[in-house]
């Protein structure tokens, strides 16, 4: 639970009367919200670092590709998978 | 993916081992803080392939494995109150708590739930007013930034039925209390990259200069991990004591300030007892006094008897790397990650669940 994973932001909304920004991110394909608070400055197409639902620092691609590609193939991306089935019900 | 073999950068590790092999002509005692450094170098085999002078012992850095027993029964009696929805990340559920884990607790009927994140709990609570929802707030300071903003998040709805239950703790002061110890054996420290991604990396000088020790902040690739070991044993092998980043690329010095800043809006520094190392001073956070409205802690009358802890267990001396799993008499008999008998067991992170998973390890 304490690794964060990469992503990239694909569109931003702002909630909370304009004062908080949340993020779609891309782990692979796959689309979670993240808060941005963290972030201020984080814009569409950059790609970040995401833990427990908080982006927490920028990171450019080639990190985010090499991190995500590891991050699999310890199978960390499959626990990110199984916990946005579970959010859904 | 078992064994270093199979990993894309094998020849770089291969390299790094080389290099190490050539410049380590004494025995070493270094620590791995992070347990996903621990998850990671058991699961490449990398342990096994150090220089036989090298020993890793591996530290605290598992915050499911930290949190004491008396805090879990707490979460198992919250959870089998009838208006509450108790919600924490995965492994939380798992760790057997006195009398039982979270998972049990839900599978007698109490309404538990896992998610990824605090903000989803925060959600859960607006749709559905006439229940409490817990979030059971583990974690060390790269966790804390997001455990906060469900707080703030709750504050901006206006919600009066969320609250965290929080365990929060901190890796400098537990770094300092396992050198302070008598037992200490440790020599020097890969510490970890994602707490310094938060916090910066300020907190870790007086260490190093206290104590006459080197600190390597260290991400959790093979490839990190081993050109970090590289590092840290120059500066042995040299008598230095610096405080390096291997992981610059990550983390900066300064940290981030956003996520200290929300961190501070919502938690103070406080005592904390880690499960298996006792009370360190200045080690965790808890909620802020005034914002007592989000503390399960105050929030229920939560009136639970101090537990034991299970004798067959040595996680104590698990964590503080005098033993190591495979030395534990339970280890794969009565203790495996299906029943396990302690906190190291169960989290992915655990060493001893590491251990029990990888091990062709010495
Ligand atoms: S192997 Fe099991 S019983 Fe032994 S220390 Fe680890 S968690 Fe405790």
Request: glycine share 8%; hydrophobic share 40%; with cysteine.
């Amino acid at each position: 639970m304490c690794l964060a994973i990469p992503g990239k932001i694909q569109s931003i909304d702002y909630v909370y009367n304009g004062m908080v920004k949340m993020a779609k991110i891309s782990f692979g394909g796959i689309i979670k919200e993240a808060s941005l608070e963290m972030l201020p400055t984080a814009d569409v197409g950059d790609y970040v670092l995401v833990h427990v639902g908080v982006a927490i620092s920028k990171v450019n691609e080639e990190e985010a590709a090499k991190t995500f590609e590891y991050l699999k193939e310890i199978g960390e991306i499959d626990e990110l998978i199984e916990h946005t089935q579970v959010d859904k019900n | 993916m078992k064994y270093l073999s199979e990993y894309r950068d094998a020849s770089v590790v291969n390299q790094y081992l080389e290099e190490l092999d050539k410049i380590t002509t004494r025995p070493w005692t270094i620590m791995e803080i992070c347990g996903g450094q621990t998850h990671s170098l058991v699961k490449n085999g990398i342990i096994g392939l150090l220089p036989k002078h090298i020993t890793m012992v591996h530290g605290p850095g598992c915050p499911v494995c930290v949190t004491p027993l008396h805090l879990i029964d707490k979460a198992v009696y919250l959870a089998e109150e009838k208006n509450v929805i108790l919600c924490s990340y995965g492994d939380m559920l798992r760790v057997p708590g006195s009398k039982k884990s979270l998972l049990e607790a839900k599978a007698n009927g109490a309404d538990v739930r896992i998610l990824y994140s605090p903000l989803e709990a925060v959600t859960l609570a607006k749709n559905n007013p006439d229940k409490q929802v817990v979030f059971f707030a583990v974690g060390f300071e790269t966790t804390a930034p997001a455990n906060a903003l469900s707080v703030l998040h709750a504050q901006r709805e206006n919600l009066k039925n969320y609250s965290i239950l929080t365990s929060h703790v901190l890796v400098p002061p537990a770094m300092e209390a396992l050198v302070n110890d008598d037992t200490n054996i440790v020599q020097g420290f890969l510490a970890a990259g994602h707490v310094c991604t938060i916090m910066g990396i300020s907190e870790y000088y007086p260490i190093v200069e206290l104590n006459k020790l080197p600190i390597v902040i260290t991400g959790f690739e093979p490839v990190d991990l081993m050109q970090g070991i590289v590092m840290l044993i120059k500066q042995l092998e040299n008598g230095e004591y610096k405080l390096e980043n291997q992981y610059s690329r990550v983390v900066n010095s300064e940290g981030n300030k956003e996520a200290v800043n929300i961190i501070n809006q919502v938690f103070e520094v406080c005592n904390r007892v880690w499960r298996g190392i006792g009370e360190i001073p200045k080690s965790g956070y808890e909620v802020k006094k005034e914002l007592a409205l989000y503390d399960a802690n105050k929030k229920f009358n939560i009136q639970i008897d101090e537990a034991q802890e299970c004798q067959d267990c040595i996680a104590g001396e698990i964590l503080r790397g005098i033993k190591k799993p495979n030395q534990c008499p339970q280890f794969g008999k009565k203790c495996t990650p299906i029943n396990p008998l302690g906190a190291p067991m169960v989290s992915s992170e655990g060493a001893c669940a590491a251990y029990y998973h990888f091990t062709n390890v010495e």
